[in-house]
Every structure is written in structure tokens, then in C-alpha cells.
């Protein structure tokens, strides 16, 4: 078959998807990237055509929609909404994360629930897909009430989840505070001690190196992605995006490898600092972020470096770009401008940074491009293996979970090569797609049209 007529197929496939879902415009474009990868290898193995597997995983098994009512600090009654997209369950229960953002809607749920499908079979554990939050802003907000919504949140969600079920995690704005929450008001509206979250302390059956999962887990993909081409991260500048969870130990990651990371940004702008951020001035940031909840223009005035107010660190000159922040934050012209400026590597911490022109960019100046669903798997990899001690009811030591870690992105990058390998290029969408696939794939087909 043609390109052309390939093209048509997607064209046809992606119609009907935004009829259904109309709107839903991170929904769309995720599902699309899927399909170019998808959709001439499903002409290939028609089993999947005629069982309509593509078809089915796009829609979800369920998506779960409530109201959070809950009274602020002065007394005012507030009112969120809260979600959860139980996606997939083919290869086990629904994981993934909460995101809490004033910009979370259906669409972005969805899209971050559909990718979740692919990058948990690609941890190669047993992970179905699911994600969910709420449009709730803890900035700004004090612990109390972060906790008085946290509360009435899982009062509703604790119906539909359990650690057979439905397993959530964190993402953005649910970090180790929310999660205690959560997990506090499951456990007392239960009766049971359970490993129902992900994040957990570690003193109530939290894994070691889940809060460092994520950041670690895009290092070593970029790593292992370099070691394609006889080099690795020792050296190099590295331009790092957001500084929240992926991107504070992204940065302790690199810097142990002997990289430098040169940038870090938050909604409001970015910081360069040309020295690069060692451990003592990160130890800083980790402090602003997570205990004084502060700005990371707090930094330049601390450190005397440049602060870009609205800008992100894209024209910074740079070999490694990772965006760790969120959705669409690289476009097509800081794609060119990443490259002009010879960057070669791009490790997605967060989920679909690049838009699908940048992405365009990089696959064709073929440069070594490690896509979210990829080269952030390491967070949900580590949260199996939260499951796998709770179950066992023991802990795994530091070095044992960071090899298994370390274990999973090798496998995980050698599925993308075994899938994505065109000619001397390896083209990791094309091998993250379908190795994703495949695994989900055939248990649906196993068990028939449910
Ligand atoms: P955090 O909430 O800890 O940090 C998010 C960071 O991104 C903050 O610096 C935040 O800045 C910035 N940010 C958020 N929204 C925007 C925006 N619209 N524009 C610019 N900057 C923004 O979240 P995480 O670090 O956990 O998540 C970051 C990314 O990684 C997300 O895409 C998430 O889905 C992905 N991810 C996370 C995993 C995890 O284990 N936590 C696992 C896999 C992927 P500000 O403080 O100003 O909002």
C-alpha cells in the first residue's frame, strides 16, 4: 500500500474520532500520533483490523465524573469537578496518574489516559491504563485546604478504585502532600490498609525511588539513546523545562552522570544559569518548590543569573533538550531553534511536549528523539513495582529498585529499537506505538469482543 493510501486510512480513522469526540483537542492529536504509527502495521496483521482493536482502544472502557464540594479557609463552599478515565484494563488494573491543574478537562484526561496504555505495556509489567484529576489549583491554597479537597475527592473516588482495580499515582499538582491525603481518606472511609495509590511515603508502604522515578528513568533513556551512537550524557549541556517533580531529579540525574543542565522554568519563565545547577543550588530549588511553594525567579535572584519572564529555554544553546513541564510546550519553530543551535537528543519527561509539527522537526533532521509514552515510563515502572512490595507486603532496597528502574528503560528502549528501526535510524514514535501495542493488542484479542 502507498503512503498516500495510508494516509487516507488515518485521515478516514481520525474522522470518526473527532466526531465522537468533539473537541477534545489533546484527545485528537494524541490519538492521531498513534495512528501514523498504527495504521500501515495493522494493514499488515489484519487480525487486529477485523477485531477492530484500534478502534476499541480509542474509547474508553469507562470515564467516571463527579462534583468536589468543599468549604475554603473562609468558610466559602467551592466547587470542583473530578474525573477518572479507567481506559484500559486489558493487561491489568487501570494505572496512572491524578493531575489537579485549573486546565484539566476531559480531552487532556483522555489524551493522557490513552498514552498511559501504550507506555505501561511498554514497562513490560502488568499495567492497564487510566488517568484522571481534577481542575483544582492547590497554588495558592493552604494545606488545609488542599487536604479539605483531597478529601472530598477520594470520598467519591474511593467507590470506583482498589489495588485490584484501579491503582492511581501523581502528576502535576499531586506530589507526596496529596497523595497522604488521598491515601488518608481511602483508608479511613475503607477500613483497609491497601495499596490502593502510588507515591506513597515511604513509611506507609511508599517504593524507594518512586519520587525520583520519572526524572531518573528520561536520563537513562537519553542515555541509552546515546549509547546508539557511542556517547553519553558525561559532558554534555543539557536545557531542562518545568521544575517540579521530573525536572528537579531529571536535573540530579544528569548532573551524577556528569552532564550540565544550564536551564529550569515554571509557568512564569525560565532561568539560564551557564555554570550549571549543581547539587547545593538544586538542594535550593527543591526547597522553593516543594516546602515554600515559591517562583523560579526566586533563583536568578539568588544566584545572579538571567531570568526570562514568559519565555521558555528553548534558544538556549544546548546537545540535550528535556522537556519536563507539560503538553505542547516545544513547538515547530523552538524545534528548529533547539537544532540550529545543535541540539541532537530530546528525552520527553513530560507527556507530549512536542507538538506534532516539532515532532516532524526532529524525525526529520533525524535526530535521537525519545518520546513521552517512552522515556517517561520509568514513574509508572516504579509504581509496579510500589505494587509488587505492596502486595508482598516488604520493601525493596534503594539499589534494587533503581536496577530494576534502570533494567526497564533498557527494555523499554530495545522494544522501541526492535519496532522503530528504519534503516540506520531508529524512529522511537514509530517503536514506542507499536511495541505498545502489541502487547495490549493481543490480550484484547484473547479475551474476545469485551
Ligand atoms: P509538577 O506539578 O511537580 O511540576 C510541573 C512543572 O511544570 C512545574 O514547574 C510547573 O510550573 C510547570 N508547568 C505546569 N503547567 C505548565 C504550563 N501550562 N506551562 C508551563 N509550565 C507548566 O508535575 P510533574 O513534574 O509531576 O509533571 C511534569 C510532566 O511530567 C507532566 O507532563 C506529567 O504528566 C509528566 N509525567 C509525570 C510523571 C510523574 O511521575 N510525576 C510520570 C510521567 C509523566 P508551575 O509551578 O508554574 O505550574
Redo the contacts with the bound molecule.
Keep these: 500500500m502507498s503512503n498516500n493510501a495510508y494516509d487516507k486510512l488515518v485521515q478516514d480513522f481520525m474522522a470518526k474520532i473527532k466526531a465522537k469526540n468533539p473537541g477534545e483537542v489533546e484527545f485528537h492529536q494524541a490519538v492521531e500520533e498513534v495512528a501514523e504509527s498504527l495504521i500501515p502495521y495493522i494493514e499488515e496483521n489484519p487480525q487486529y483490523k477485523e477485531a477492530k482493536i484500534l478502534e476499541r482502544i480509542a474509547e474508553p472502557e469507562r470515564i467516571i465524573l463527579f462534583r468536589v464540594p468543599w468549604v475554603d479557609d473562609k468558610g466559602e463552599v467551592q466547587i470542583n469537578k473530578g474525573y477518572r478515565i479507567e481506559m484500559n484494563s486489558a493487561i491489568g488494573p487501570y494505572k496512572g496518574?491524578l493531575?489537579f491543574?485549573p486546565?484539566v478537562n476531559l480531552g487532556i484526561l483522555k489524551f493522557?489516559a490513552f498514552e498511559q496504555v501504550f507506555k505501561n505495556s511498554l514497562t513490560t509489567l502488568p499495567m492497564g491504563g487510566g488517568k484522571g484529576g481534577s481542575d483544582f489549583d492547590p497554588?495558592g491554597k493552604s494545606d488545609n485546604e488542599v487536604m479539605r479537597f483531597c478529601q472530598s475527592f477520594m470520598t467519591e473516588l474511593s467507590k470506583h478504585i482498589g489495588p485490584n482495580t484501579d491503582v492511581p499515582?501523581?502528576?502535576?499538582?499531586v506530589?507526596g502532600r496529596e497523595i497522604g491525603f488521598l491515601f488518608g481518606q481511602y483508608k479511613r472511609l475503607r477500613n483497609e490498609f491497601t495499596g490502593v495509590l502510588t507515591g506513597k511515603g515511604r513509611e506507609w508502604g511508599g517504593s524507594l525511588i518512586r519520587p525520583e522515578?520519572?526524572g531518573y528513568g528520561a536520563t537513562y533513556f537519553a542515555e541509552e539513546m546515546l549509547k546508539t551512537r557511542g556517547e553519553s550524557i558525561k559532558g554534555k549541556t543539557v536545557a531542562i523545562s518545568?521544575?517540579?517533580?521530573?525536572?528537579q531529579f531529571a536535573t540530579q540525574k544528569v548532573t551524577e552522570l556528569g552532564g550540565k543542565v544550564v536551564t529550569l522554568?515554571?509557568?512564569?519563565g525560565y532561568i539560564y544559569d551557564p555554570d550549571g545547577i549543581d547539587e547545593e543550588k538544586l538542594a535550593y530549588v527543591m526547597h522553593l518548590?516543594n516546602v515554600k511553594r515559591g517562583r523560579i525567579r526566586e533563583y536568578a535572584e539568588k544566584y545572579g543569573v538571567e531570568y526570562f519572564e514568559g519565555k521558555r529555554p528553548w534558544s538556549v544553546k544546548v546537545d540535550v533538550a528535556m522537556p519536563?513541564?507539560?503538553?505542547n510546550?516545544i513547538n515547530k519553530e523552538d524545534a528548529e531553534t533547539l537544532i540550529k543551535n545543535g541540539c541532537y537528543v530530546v528525552s520527553e519527561?513530560?507527556?507530549m511536549?512536542s507538538t506534532p509539527e516539532a515532532v516532524e522537526v526532529y524525525l526529520d533532521k533525524k535526530i535521537l528523539y525519545g518520546p513521552?509514552k517512552a522515556a517517561?515510563a520509568g514513574?509508572?515502572a516504579v509504581s509496579g513495582l510500589e505494587m509488587s512490595q505492596n502486595s508482598l507486603r516488604l520493601s525493596w532496597t534503594r539499589e534494587e529498585v533503581d536496577e530494576k528502574l534502570q533494567r526497564i528503560m533498557k527494555d523499554i528502549h530495545a522494544q522501541c529499537e526492535k519496532f522503530g528501526k528504519e534503516g540506520d535510524y531508529i524512529n522511537y514514535v514509530k517503536g514506542a506505538n507499536i511495541g505498545g501495542f502489541v502487547k495490549v493488542a493481543d490480550a484484547m484479542l484473547a479475551q474476545g469482543i469485551v
Design positions: 496518574g493531575r491543574h486546565t493522557l497554588k499515582a501523581g502528576d502535576i499538582g506530589g522515578a520519572t518545568g521544575s517540579g517533580n521530573v525536572a522554568s515554571d509557568s512564569s518548590k519536563n513541564a507539560t503538553q510546550e519527561g513530560a507527556n511536549p513521552g517517561n514513574g509508572v
